[in-house]
């Protein structure tokens, strides 16, 4: 624009020789006119280059901060998909402990109820085993008091024993004393009331001991 300017006022200055010198006056204000245009344009692209150059150093600083935020996304992209991979790993060895925590769990279920049914058999068994010994210390009992009965002395058949055993036995040969007719009635007596002494002794005699 300043060219142009400069052209048109060489032109302006060419074509209006001849009147400079009949206006000396009109041709310097027509000059200093042109000269403040010119600056006035100047100024204008001056201050449309500083615009320019502050609107591109703007976009660059803006097209760095995009650039920034974008790296940031990127990488807070990248750290949520590492934190989603390592979430994923930790709901696979999570959901692999959970099992192997319920088959331990079941495993012991099983031995708790086999623990449980062998209790109720030993349970059991005591209780066979306290009734065995009741019927054994009743029968200890019984036989003890069985074999006291048997131990006690029983008099009428130690008695009929004793009897029968008398009468199996031959009785005494005994000397008679040379004695009249009359007297061996009475020695008879005698003899008799002797020998059933004798067997009541030996009766009482057996009994006491027994």
Do not use: W
């Amino acid at each position: 624009m300043s060219r142009d300017n400069r052209g048109t006022i060489s032109q302006r200055a060419s074509a209006g020789s001849g009147g400079v010198k009949r206006e000396p006056r009109g041709g310097a204000r027509s000059q200093l006119a042109s000269d403040a245009s010119d600056k006035s344009s100047f100024r204008c692209l001056l201050l449309r280059q500083r615009n320019s150059r502050d609107y591109v150093t703007g976009g660059g600083k803006e097209l760095t901060e995009i650039k920034n935020i974008k790296e940031d996304l990127s990488r807070y992209i990248r750290e949520l998909e590492q934190a989603n991979d390592d979430l994923e790993r930790a709901k696979r060895a999570t959901v692999t402990s959970l099992e192997d925590f319920e088959a331990r769990l079941n495993l012991a279920i099983e031995r708790n109820a086999f623990l449980e049914s062998e209790l109720d058999e030993k349970e059991a068994l005591k209780v066979m085993v306290q009734r065995l010994k009741d019927e054994a210390r009743d029968l200890r009992q019984e036989l003890s008091v069985k074999n006291k009965d048997d131990d006690e002395p029983d008099n009428d058949r130690a008695l009929q024993h004793q009897q029968n055993h008398l009468h199996l036995q031959p009785p005494p040969k005994l000397q008679p004393p040379p004695q009249t007719v009359s007297d061996e009635n009475v020695d008879s007596n005698k003899l008799v009331s002797s020998t059933q002494l004798t067997a009541h002794r030996f009766c009482s005699k057996h009994t006491c001991k027994k």
